[in-house]
């Protein structure tokens, strides 16, 4: 069965302070996995997508990495500001049918 | 460059009244479109999709229904509303089998049904 676990399901950290976030999939044949960050009453917006072949990935202050013999993906924010305070969904295409599989998300808030 | 549109923003209606959410993609031709439903403190629950005009997968059974009356647009409707039909709703589009192209989401919609 085709699933998408993140971990944690919530966290809080202080302001300036780095945080990872995990995504775990068992996803098959798997084709690309994306990171987005949706903010609260907002739709979720890409952050990064990373393709079989791509280790890892930045994005500014966000770097995803992505295992794909043991399926794992994590998103690391570095430097953490109020403003990265959202939800971070993690999601998983297979090459085929037409389906993305999504993760639960992990709810990140930063504290001043 | 493509976007998308979503609205309303926020709806708040009564229990067995009708819905009708629109979304419609610019700066592309023959996406695939998607409604999603995100409950409080829970993941995307894909409700339906579509791949061309008329075409109409659904992944969830249940009190409302999806139509694609233009390439571009792709509208959530329902006859009779019910309490549990509350929930943020999303559209996304995505290009060919969206495998190896962009996802993107629409900005949402908050259904409150009272």
């Known amino acids: 069965k085709n699933q998408v676990e993140q971990s944690p399901q919530s966290l809080i950290i202080l302001e300036g302070k780095n945080c990872t976030l995990q995504c775990n999939y068992t996803v098959s044949p798997f084709s690309n996995l994306r990171w987005y960050k949706q903010d609260t009453g907002r739709g979720p917006v890409s952050l990064t997508i990373m393709t079989f072949s791509e280790n890892t990935k930045s994005n500014g202050r966000y770097t995803a990495t992505l295992d794909a013999d043991t399926k794992q993906s994590s998103l690391h924010i570095t430097a953490s500001q109020l403003s990265d305070s959202a939800s971070y969904i993690c999601v998983v295409s297979a090459f085929t049918g037409n389906q993305f599989y999504f993760g639960t998300g992990t709810s990140l808030t930063v504290i001043p | 460059s493509q976007t998308i549109h979503q609205w309303p923003a926020t709806l708040v209606q009564p229990v067995g009244s009708p819905l009708s959410l629109e979304c419609t993609v610019e700066g592309t031709s023959n996406p695939n479109l998607y409604w999603y439903r995100q409950a409080a403190g829970r993941g995307l629950q894909l409700l339906f999709y579509?791949?061309?005009?008329?075409?109409i997968s659904s992944e969830v059974p249940q009190n409302l229904s999806a139509s694609r009356p233009q390439d571009r647009q792709f509208i959530l409707s329902s006859k009779k509303l019910l309490l549990s039909d509350s929930g943020f709703y999303l559209c996304?589009?995505?290009?060919?089998?969206?495998?190896?192209?962009?996802?993107?989401f629409g900005s949402g919609t908050r259904l409150t049904i009272v």
């Open positions: 996304a589009w995505s290009k060919g089998q969206g495998r190896n192209y962009g996802y993107t």
């Open positions: 579509s791949v061309g005009i008329g075409q």
